[in-house]
Every structure is written in C-alpha cells, then in structure tokens.
C-alpha cells in the first residue's frame, strides 16, 4: 500500500528550464507535505514544506504547489541549475502538530537530471 | 553546526553477528529518528525518539532490532542477528519539537551503509 507515490522514476531537464516534479497521494489524513532533496552518499536535506490548509508555498526558485481535492502536489524549480540534479523525495506527515510529525511517508523518488 | 553525525559511514559484516549503528544527533534538537532506505520498500521510518524517550517503534521489524537513547546527544540502533535482509542505508535524522506547531524539518545524517553477507 503506497500512499505517496511519485510515478515519474526520472525527469530530464535543459539548464534554465522550469523542473516540475510530481507526487500523489492517497491519505487524507496526512495534513502536511516536505520536499527533499538527495545527492549520492549523503542524506536527504530538507528543501521546502507546505501544510495542508495553503495551496502554495515558495522559496526562492522553489515552489510547492497543493491541490488537496485531487491529493496531489507538485515541486517547481525555476529556473533548474545543473547543480539542483539529484533524487527528489515527496514526503507527507498526519500529525504536523503532533508528536508523530516526524513520521513521514516518503515515495520512491524522482531523478532529476538538469543539462547544461 | 557539525549535523547529524552517524558512524560507520559503511559496514560490512557476517550473518550471524550483531551491528551497532550510532547517531549524535544536532545539538538542541529534542527529536530522533531512525529510517531505513531499500531499494524495494524506499525510505521507511523505523522508530522515533522524542525527549529520550521511544514514542513509536511501530518500524522496527522484528525483534532482532532495538534502539536506544540513553542522552540527548547519542542514540543506537542494534541488530541482532543480523540476517542479509537486513541490508540497507540506514538514516539518523534528528529534529526540535514543540506541542502543536509545525515543526522544524527532520535533518538527516549521511546515513550508514549496511551489507550483510
């Protein structure tokens, strides 16, 4: 039972091109949503988060857009640099002001690839 | 800020024999968590801290692994016997935590590669 799913394995990009990666989910209780970013050999690092009572986040050339009816989110990058390639995760939390915040349900994951 | 620190950064070892992964979370963080990357389940959560004490251990998954707290600044996570399904990246993350807020986002470490031949 996969209740976050990111179903683009990869995604290619040209260098100042707008990096859209999606992520759907299946709770509806999950109330708060993360997007990390990995590169080889090192851990996830946080990049942006929205809850659930927005629909949209930014930060910088990172926006996180939140479509609750459809329970689907999506991360743009704007504009993608060769260095922003890396596995991104999309993570949901059911307890953003609880105790079991930390308790996150990852997907699999999207490599991006941005070329020069 | 040094991060999340885990050692070893690899290990390899026997079936059989007992592993010991240790994480020293980032200070003044109230919140630890152990996660386990595989290729077939992804990143999964196997236990969290809050305060020292174990909140959830719903992850963990058998009774070969434990994990402990015994301060703020050190954690554990043990396997014994470990068996080659138990190889994964093993991933401390660590975090503050105040009562009905949003939360700081976990920080991971770079995490420990496990290979059980």
């Known amino acids: 039972d996969q209740q976050v799913k990111q179903n683009s394995p990869s995604l290619s990009v040209q260098e100042g091109r707008i990096s859209i990666l999606n992520c759907d989910y299946t709770n509806s209780m999950f109330d708060y949503f993360l997007w990390y970013k990995k590169y080889p050999a090192e851990g996830p690092t946080f990049l942006i988060s929205?809850?659930?009572?927005?629909d949209k986040n930014e930060d910088g050339r990172f926006t996180v857009f939140l479509n609750k009816s459809a329970k689907h989110l999506s991360l743009h990058i704007v504009p993608s640099q060769p260095g922003d390639s890396a596995v991104y995760f999309c993570?949901?939390?059911?307890?953003?002001?609880?105790?079991?915040?930390?308790?996150?349900?990852f997907g699999q994951g999207t490599i991006l690839t941005v070329h020069p | 800020d040094a991060g999340v620190i885990q050692s070893p950064r690899h290990e390899v070892t026997e079936m059989g024999q007992e592993v010991t992964l240790r994480c020293k979370p980032i200070s003044g963080h109230n919140s630890l968590f152990w996660y386990r990357q595989t290729m077939m389940r992804g990143l999964e959560l196997l236990i969290y801290?809050?305060?020292?004490?174990?909140?959830?251990d719903s992850g963990m998954p058998e009774d070969r692994f434990s994990a402990k707290m015994p301060n703020a600044s050190f954690s554990t996570l043990k396997i014994q016997p470990s068996e080659p399904r138990d190889s994964a990246v093993y991933f401390c993350?660590?975090?503050?935590?105040?009562?009905?807020?949003?939360?700081?986002?976990?920080?991971f470490g770079n995490g420990t590669r496990l290979t059980v031949t």
């Open positions: 993570a949901a939390s059911a307890d953003a002001g609880g105790t079991s915040y930390g308790k996150l349900t």
């Open positions: 993350a660590s975090s503050f935590w105040l009562p009905s807020s949003y939360n700081s986002p976990l920080h």
């Open positions: 801290f809050n305060n020292n004490v174990p909140i959830d």
């Open positions: 929205i809850s659930s009572i927005k």
